[in-house]
């Protein structure tokens, strides 16, 4: 009776083609950190073995996959950390990020296996890693001769305000990129998601889509439905317990809460113990038998409670829906300050993941 992951693998396989549709001159790195944005790692990699490339943020993901077998080209997004991890890199035959000097000095120090393939991290404006576009051409130069480094050095940079169409710094960041990536003449990436989705100019050689592979929206205010994505997991749980009160009475935690009359109550196997967010306010909706009924009280560790005034046939044992299939997690995200990524991150270890195709 608790809370499960039910992950639509065809979705994801579905928005994978969307990508390509939005973008069908560049190759994909399928990112897949962070477990895959919550919904395993593994399972994503051999459900997107079809993309070109995988993409993950660190060595350790990346040694992950390898062990597991996929054989794929495989970048990480955050290069290398120290020695071991460049060894490990080279071993396994890892695609590095190169963002600072002291990555380079140790890649022309530290003598390697094999050589190692690289990508040039340009700050074209987000201000968090990545060659300055005044010192990006002498990097990638000197990245490129190094004995160490396979092949081409490519050029990558990250946007900073992709999810707002109207604002004007992807621009200025395509600006400051396009002409160094010029100079260079090598392959470039630009585009996550929301590139990929709103950006032209971020479709390039190479492209990084993460959160529309897993059927939600990068844009402010938008879902994913939008842009033809299809949700891949529903996180939902069941109905526990029907319980009737009278008017006045406080429901929770601190009783923020109390009932307007005498009203049922339904309680719900799903809490911030699960990853459902603790600061979801009253009035957040679930899903139940395919209608919305809002959350009341305060979301507790195991348990979240619910207004059932407008569902005289609920009965213990009905299914609920958190997010996903019928109830988009842009929304919840919104309500719950937050964003789909967070909440898709933040499912927890004890709820139960269950693959299935579409029907
Ligand atoms: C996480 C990440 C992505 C994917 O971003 P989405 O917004 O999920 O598409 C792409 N590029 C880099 C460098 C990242 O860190």
Known sequence: MGPSASLDLSALRHNLQRVRECAPNSRIFAVIKANAYGHGMLRAAAALADADAFAVARVEEGVKLREAGFQQKLLILEGFFNQQELAAASHHQLELAIHQTEQLETLKQQPLDKPVSCWLKVDSGMHRVGFQP??????????????????EVGLMTHLANGDDLGDPTSKAQFDRFLPLAKACGTRISIGNSAGILGWPDARTDWVRPGIMLYGASPFINGTGADDGLKPVMTFQSRLIAINHYPKGSPIGYSGTWRC????????????????????????????????????????????????????????????????????????????????????????????????????
């Open 134 to 151: 005044d010192q990006a051409l002498d990097a990638w130069k000197a990245v490129s001769q190094l004995s160490s480094v396979a092949g």
């Open 260 to 359: 307007p009359e005498a009203m049922p109550v339904g309680v719900v196997a799903v809490g911030y113990g699960d990853g459902y967010p603790r600061h979801a306010p009253a009035g957040t909706p679930v899903l139940l038998n395919g209608r919305r009924v809002p959350l009341v009280g305060r979301v507790s560790m195991d348990m979240i409670t619910v207004d059932l005034r407008n569902q005289p046939e609920a009965k213990i044992g009905d299914p609920i829906v958190l997010w996903g299939a019928g109830l988009p997690v842009e929304e919840i995200a919104g309500l719950t300050g937050t964003i789909s990524y967070e909440l898709f991150c933040g499912v927890t270890g004890r709820v139960e993941f269950i693959e299935r195709e579409a029907h």
